[in-house]
C-alpha cells in the first residue's frame, strides 16, 4: 500500500501569540515549532496501515526549509520517505492544495492521510481541497478507520454524534483526534531518520487568493470581577448574569 | 450580483445555523445592492426551504433526490457548486459545520474561489468583503479579503445571530440536477446522533467541567447546570483524557472553538490551550477553589469556593430566577 502523509510545520499549542511587525503574521522568535498535532495522528494511522498491509508511508510538507524539520521527525517517527516542496511564498489553502496534488497525482498512493486542520491557520480545507483536485472521494474529520480490499468505512465526528460514510479506496482522510494515540520517536527511529531521504522538489505555486491584510491578537478581556469566595455570593452571580449581562 | 447561501438541513429539518448564514448574506447583500439565493440540498426538502424567505432570502432553491437524504461529501459539493454557476453566483456562504467545513473546500476548488474559513465578522469595504477568522485557535485574528472572481465565505456558528423572521415566505423554485452514482463515492450509511444532547459547537451557553471535579460521577452537577439553562455540557482536555467525558465535548485548541453568549468553567485551570478554544465567548463566569487560577483573568464574574457546593447553588437559584418569569 502506497500512503502519502501531509505534515504541516507548526507553532506548539502553548505558543504565547505576538505579531509580528509586518502586522500580518506572528513574530516566531523563540518560537517551538512542531509537527501539527492532527498531522501526528494522521501519520501514525498511515504507519499503522503499512505494519498491516506492507508497503510505503511518504511524509510531504510544502513550505519554507523549516518544514524540513517536520519532515525529520516524520521520518523519525517511521516514515519510509520525505518529500520536501520548496516554497518561499506564504501560499494560502488553495495554492498549498494544489502544490501536494500536483505530487501526489504523480506517485498515485492508495490513500492519503492529512490532518482535520493545520493548528496554525486552522483553516481545515486543505484535506477537502486535495480530494477535489484530484477528483477522489473524502472523508473528513476521522475517529475511526476500517479499510479491507478497497472499501473504506470511516466514522466522522458531526455535530452531537457521529456519521458512518462509505467509500473506496484511493480517497483522502482528514484525521481527528480520538482515531489513535500517536507513538513517540523510538531512539532508533531517531538515529535512523538521519540516513532517509529527503527528497526536495520545486512546486509549482499558483498565485494566492486570499490575501491576509492583518493580525491582531483578539481584545484582552481584562479580568472582571470576584463576585464572592463562598455560596453566598451565587445570588449575585445569578443577578448579574441576568441583569447586567443579560445572558439568562 | 448574488449570493448564494447555503442553507444546511439534517433530517428535514433546517439548522439554526441556515437562518444565521441567511441573515448573513442579507446584511452583506445589502450594502453590497446583491440579491440572496438560498439553497436547500436534501431528500424532499423544499417543504421546510420556504422559511428561509422570513430571514432575507430573495429567492430559495431546493435541489433534490431521495439519495440526497444523507449527507454526501461529492454530492452536496456538487449541488452547491452548479447552482452557483447557473445562478452566476459571486459569493457563496456556507456554516462553518461538520458540513460546510468538508463540502466548503471542495466547493471553493469546483470554482476556482478563495475560500475564508471559520468566518467571525464580515465587513463590506466598497465592492469587497473583509472577513475576520480566527488563527492560532483564537490566540489571533486575521482580516483576509478574497482576489478570485467567486469567493467563497464559511461562517462560525453562533457568531452571526438569526433573530426571528421578519419579512414573508419565499416559494421555492425546485432546481433539477442529475446525479450519477460516481457523485455518491462517499455516502453517510448511518448517523448516530446523542439523543437530545446539544453539541458545544452550536450551543449558546456552556457549562464545562474540569478536572477539579475529580471523578465522571461529580459531572451530574455540570448536567444540571447545563440542562436548567438550556445550555450544553463542556470538558477540559484534562477529564477528556481521563475517559470521563467523551471527546466529542471538549474545548480548546485540540477540541472545539466555541463563542456562546455565556461560558461557565467549573474547576477548569485555564490552560493556554483551554482559553484558546473559548475566550471570544461573550460572557465567562469561573469557578475555582484556586483564587489564582488563570481562568479569574479572562472571566467577567468569578466565585472562588468549591464547586461543588458553588454549582448546585447556582442551579438552584436559576430555577428560582426562571420560576419567577
Ligand atoms: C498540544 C496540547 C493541546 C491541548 N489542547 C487542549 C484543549 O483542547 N483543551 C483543554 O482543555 N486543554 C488542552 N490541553 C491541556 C491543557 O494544557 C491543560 O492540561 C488542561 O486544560 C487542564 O485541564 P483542567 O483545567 O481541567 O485541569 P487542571 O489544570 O488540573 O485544573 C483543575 C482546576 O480545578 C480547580 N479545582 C480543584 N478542586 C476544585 C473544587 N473542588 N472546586 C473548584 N475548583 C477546583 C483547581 O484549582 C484547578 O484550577 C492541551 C495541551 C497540549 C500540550
Ligand atoms: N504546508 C503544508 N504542507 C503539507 N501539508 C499541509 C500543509 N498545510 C496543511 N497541510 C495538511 O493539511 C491539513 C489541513 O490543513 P489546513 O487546511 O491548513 O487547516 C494539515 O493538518 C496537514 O495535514
Redesign the pocket.
Known sequence: MKIV?????VPDSATKVNIAGDGKSIDKTGVNFII?T??EI?LEEALRLREKNGGEVVA????GDA?KETLRKSLAMGADKAVF?K?DTQ?D?FA??R??ADFIKEYSPEIV???????????????C??AEMLGWPSVSVVVKLEISGGKVTAEREIEGGHEKVETKLPCVI??QKGLNDPRYPSLKGIMAAKNKPIEERTPAVIPSKVEVLSMKKPSAKSAGKIVGSDVSAVPELVRLLHEEAKVI | MKILAFAEQRNNKLKKTAFEVVKAARTVADQLKAEVVALVVGDSVHAIAGELGTYGANRVLAVEDPRLGKYSTTAYAKAIAEIAKKEQAGIVFLSATAMGKDCG?RVAVKLDAGIA?DCTALRVDGADIIASRPVYAGKAVTDVKIHSPVKVFSLRPNVFTAGTGSRSTASVEKVPLQFSDEDFSTRVIDVTQSKGKLDVAEADIIVTGGRGLKGPENFNIIEELAGVLGGAVGASRAVVDAGWRPHGEQVGQTGKTVSPSLYIAVAVSGAIQHLAGMSSSKYIVAVNKDKDAPIFQVADYGIVGDAMEIVPAITREVKKLMGKE
Open positions: 502523509v501531509c505534515v504541516s510545520h501539527s492532527y498531522d494522521a510531504v510538507s510544502l513550505g518544514h516542496l516554497s501560499p489553502s498549498v492544495a502544490g501536494l492521510l492529512v490532518g482535520k486542520q493545520s493548528i496554525d491557520t486552522d483553516n481545515s480545507a486543505i484535506g481541497m486535495v482528514t484525521a | 473546500p474559513v
